[in-house]
């Protein structure tokens, strides 16, 4: 039976449109474009079949539908960019089946440009159709924060920027099945580039309170006390706290030299992303100190982390910093284990770190325990009291229970 919708690419920004896709009622038709890091717990998988969604026997099915949304994956590229490849199979895949009238949106994470100096000319030379004409095409970021339980897809505005004025009203006609608001850009470059200033005012701010932090240490002044103060200022004041670094699937982007077009560079952006790829350098030096005040060497010390995701209450592992840390401790000659309710094994350096089954146990026996990662399931205050040291890294333990980053 035909599908309302594809989603082509079922990673991390596929499957929760997917997902909202069916919750709307929407028929849903899932493609692969690859190895995709997007996961599902089999409770949300059965929701989702329950609800008429399926995968592609096939990519002739992709002719079947009236929007295909494509949010293949772009991993970034060693030079600071980010890699097409994927997007560039799925428009190949897609143009070779698709019919007029056919609303194609992108929302992949790509350079200013893309969709109309990359994606359209695939699309219109595989199929012979004209976008704008015989079908539309769109851009628009996607907005998604894993785990997030107070905004979803639902209530989370989405930014259409289309070709033309009658293709963004297409893609406006299909997204305001899914959320409450639908903000037009002026056309795909501008839609594009709110997902360049959105990702990029994370990292910018997030580095600025990284190195507030390590200025704080030196100083010898409370940063979390200091947050606790600015975020009452009702005005001109966004709180960020500072990390063992930044992980996610939306890496900052220096460069709009990647896009079609482009060549200029986002300088504030470059020197974000050295502070923030410190980070982790930084905590292994803290820990390092904190293990040499108390009489001990990192060499030779058991060293315990815990939460190894990047963000809280979820087992997604992109991006991590937890992995450069934990690299950084075996140099200096730590035995290394870890302990995370959602990560059941863990490798480092293809070598399986061991895995603490009884956390307080652990952490008593282990020279340092350093939380990289704030789950819910932490009972802080018994871990301060059991912990021979604590290095907190998330200013989630009690004042005076821990030494924070």
């Not at 599902?40 to 995968?55: C, D, H, I, K, N």
């Not at 895949?93 to 949106?105: D, Q």
């Not at 990047?310 to 997604?316: I, N, S």
């Not at 592992?317 to 934990?326: K, L």
Request: charged share 20%; aromatic share 4%; net charge neutral.
């Amino acid at each position: 039976m035909p599908a309302d919708l594809a989603v082509i690419g079922l990673g991390p920004y596929g499957l929760p449109l997917a997902q909202a896709a069916v919750a709307a009622g929407i028929s849903t038709l899932g493609y692969r474009t690859g190895p995709e890091a997007g996961s599902l717990s089999p409770a949300e998988l059965r929701r989702m079949l329950s609800g008429g969604f399926r995968t592609a026997a096939g990519p002739a099915e992709l002719g079947r539908v009236r929007t295909a949304v494509i949010c293949a994956p772009t991993p970034p590229t060693p030079d600071g960019g980010l890699d097409l490849s994927q997007v560039e199979g799925a428009a190949r895949t897609l143009s070779t089946h698709l019919r007029p009238h056919t609303t194609v949106i992108l929302e992949s994470p790509v350079p200013p440009g893309t969709t109309e100096e990359f994606l359209r000319p695939l699309l219109e030379k595989g199929s012979g159709l004209r976008a704008g004409r015989d079908f539309h095409l769109a851009y628009s970021p996607s907005r998604v924060d894993p785990g997030n339980r107070d905004f979803t897809p639902a209530n989370t505005p989405k930014v259409i920027g289309g070709l033309t004025p009658a293709c963004t009203e297409s893609a406006a006609a299909f997204y305001s099945r899914l959320t409450d608001k639908v903000v037009r850009a002026r056309g795909p470059r501008e839609a594009e580039t709110v997902q360049l200033l959105e990702t990029n005012f994370r990292h910018v701010n997030i580095a600025l309170v990284n190195e507030m932090a390590v200025l704080c240490h030196d100083l010898g002044v409370d940063l979390w006390d200091v947050i606790r103060c600015a975020e009452t200022k009702p005005f001109g004041f966004q709180a960020f706290r500072p990390g063992p670094g930044v992980g996610g699937h939306a890496v900052p982007r220096d460069l709009t030299g990647g896009s079609p077009g482009g060549g200029r560079t986002l300088r504030m952006v470059e020197l974000a992303r050295q502070v923030n790829d410190q980070m982790p350098r930084y905590v292994v030096q803290r820990a390092a100190a904190l293990l040499n005040e108390h009489g001990k060497s990192a060499r030779g010390a058991r060293v315990l982390l815990l939460g190894v995701t990047y963000k809280p209450d979820l087992a997604d592992q992109q991006g991590t910093p937890a992995q450069e840390v934990a690299v950084r401790l075996m140099e200096l000659g730590a035995a290394v284990s870890y302990h995370d309710p959602h990560i059941p094994s863990w490798s480092v350096l293809d070598r399986p770190v061991p895995r603490a089954d009884s956390l307080y146990e652990a952490a008593a026996d282990a020279d340092l325990t350093i939380l990289l990662q704030q789950h819910r399931t932490y009972d802080l205050q018994g871990l301060s009291v059991k912990a021979q040291l604590l290095l907190d890294t998330r200013g989630a333990t009690p004042t005076g229970a821990a030494h924070r980053l």
